[in-house]
């Protein structure tokens, strides 16, 4: 949907090891989001950016960094990553004034 | 901030029924958004709605702004229906961004 592709889709790691992942649009929209997606909560803001080069925390960004280098790519990054990050992370883009399109999720498993 | 309800948290319905899905939040809002999550995990945005009454096929959202409060139904439903739906709103009023908080969802269940 809106040309949105996260990579990788499913990854296993262990504790105290950096992760990266990715989302890269084609839509060419300004606004992309990372959340994360955990049993008992809904859809959680972790940072977005609203340009290239421009980012900001959103609600659950502790023990997470962004970077937005390029319009269509957003990278999300675990420095040092502990077991309360197994996630589903979702990352979305949008227009001004239009719904968030949805990449296909990311499961990490942090072990 | 905002804040989200939705009920019910989980519904199962038989092939053919009408459905209704409520969602109420806090803080006054520019536009209210319905998703649904697919089984598979995949999200798709239904609908996008600052007042009255939206329709796409079987599905119909519909808010009250002075109450605070919107509804999805589904009419006819079949078991393709079966899926998470999540409310979502402006975190903030006149939030910035369009950043969202999400409701924890209802998950619906269509038996044939």
């Known amino acids: 949907d809106a040309g949105i592709t996260q990579s990788p889709r499913h990854k296993v790691t262990e504790t105290g090891t950096p992760v990266t992942l990715r989302c890269h649009q084609t839509?060419?929209?300004?606004?992309m989001y990372w959340y994360r997606q955990d049993p008992g909560h809904g859809l959680r803001l972790i940072h977005y950016?609203?340009?290239?080069?421009?980012?900001d925390k959103g609600e659950v960004s502790d023990g997470y960094s962004v970077s937005r280098s390029k319009t269509e790519d957003f990278l999300l990054t675990l420095e040092s990553a502990t077991s309360s990050q197994t996630s589903v992370y979702f990352c979305?883009?949008?227009?001004?004034?239009?719904?968030?399109?949805f990449g296909d999720g990311t499961r990490l498993s942090i072990l | 901030k905002n804040e989200v309800e939705q009920s019910p948290q989980n519904l199962t319905a038989q092939e053919g029924e009408f459905i209704t899905i409520n969602c109420s939040y806090s803080v006054g809002i520019s536009a209210l958004h319905w998703l649904q999550q697919h089984p598979g995990g995949g999200i798709v945005s239904l609908f996008m709605?600052?007042?009255g009454k939206k329709k796409h096929g079987r599905l119909i959202a519909t808010i009250n702004i002075q109450e605070k409060h919107s509804s999805l139904h589904i009419t006819a439903s079949h078991p393709r229906d079966s899926a998470v739906y999540i409310c979502a709103v402006p975190m903030n009023y006149g939030g910035s961004q369009g950043n969202l908080i999400f409701g924890k969802g209802t998950k619906l269940s269509v038996k044939p």
């Open positions: 979305a883009t949008r227009e001004q004034g239009l719904p968030q399109h």
């Open positions: 709605l600052s007042s």
């Open positions: 950016s609203y340009g290239v080069k421009d980012t």
């Open positions: 839509e060419n929209h300004r606004y």
